[in-house]
């Protein structure tokens, strides 16, 4: 009787401290962007990669070689295409060039990579001044990726996209070490 009076009691203290326990408030950009603007207007031009976490190491592996990464969003060929041109600086000096092509799901930020069907990509606001989270799904892997406008943002914003994704099952926690000079980018 002991025992069972003991399991209800730890599993009502279990649903009380879930309740008070709740991840951060994060919300998925919509289509009326900032000051009015359209998606993705306030979005195109130059990012800088600062993060990444995930719920294990292997689906931050293809970041372990990166130095910095350095953006560029752009209107593609057709309105609902996005042009990303990007340039990776690796952590033995290279610079390697990148590009993208996101088609626009309607009516939502939602993201689709050319050519690869089972990658989905979710843009989410941050409370960081000049940032953006990304949430990337594909074929066994979930990311989440903190870019920002600033190659070195405050510290303040890692920690909070740190603490947002830990609570989100993300045990995996990578931060650029952005210590040598950004490439330049190909195109603009």
């Known amino acids: 009787m002991f025992h069972q009076i003991w399991a209800a ?9 879930n309740s008070i326990y709740q991840c951060p408030e994060h919300s998925q950009l919509t289509t009326q962007g900032v000051d009015g603007k359209e998606f ?8 800088y990669f600062i993060a990444g ?31 990303l041109h990007a340039t990776i600086r690796t952590k033995n ?17 939602d993201l689709r990579t050319e050519g690869r069907p089972d990658m989905k990509t979710k843009l989410f606001s941050s409370s960081c001044p000049g940032g953006i989270m990304l949430k990337e799904t594909g074929q066994g892997y ?4 903190l870019y920002n406008r ?12 740190r603490s947002l ?12 070490p952005r210590k040598q000079e950004a490439c330049k980018l190909s195109k603009d």
């Open 9 to 17: 009691l730890l599993y009502l203290y279990g649903i009380l401290l």
């Open 53 to 83: 976490a995930a719920p294990t190491k292997e689906e931050l592996a293809t970041f372990d070689p990166v130095d910095n990464i350095v953006f560029n969003m752009a209107v593609g060929s057709e309105p609902t295409q996005l042009q």
């Open 150 to 161: 600033l190659p070195h943002p405050p510290e303040k914003c890692v920690e909070e996209f």
């Open 40 to 47: 993705p207007e306030p979005h195109l031009g130059q990012w």
């Open 142 to 145: 979930q990311r989440f990726l």
């Open 165 to 176: 994704t830990s609570c989100l099952d993300s045990k995996a926690f990578l931060l650029t």
């Open 93 to 109: 000096g290279s610079c390697v060039p990148r590009e993208w092509i996101y088609h626009l799901t309607e009516g939502s930020t």
